[in-house]
């Protein structure tokens, strides 16, 4: 994969993201400078979710973590446990930050 590839799918990714925290009218802010998007719940809870061009990776801090995911066909999976980049966030926005989200 290119470089410019892997820029234009996380900036999809990052994208998609706000989008749903927008769509969703969950209270979580939603900062994105310099390729790095910050998540920030009403308890305080931050999750961090930064691309690492020289891996083609996407990376995920929250308190319990960091997790690299990597591209595997059309989806973005854990390499050390296999879990999905969306599917993971959402469950962990419910565990940690305590709010719902759908993504």
Known sequence: MKDSEFHALADAIY????????????DIDCET????????????????????????????AT??????????????IDNRQGHELLSWISLQAKLQGETPLAL
């Open 15 to 26: 994208q998609h993201i706000e989008a749903r925290i927008d769509d969703s009218g969950v």
């Open 33 to 60: 400078i310099g390729g790095v998007m910050t998540l920030t719940f009403e308890n305080n809870v931050k999750f961090v979710i930064n691309r690492q061009e020289p891996l083609h990776q996407i990376w995920l």
């Open 63 to 76: 308190r319990e973590n960091g997790h690299h995911f990597a591209l595997q066909g059309e989806q973005w």
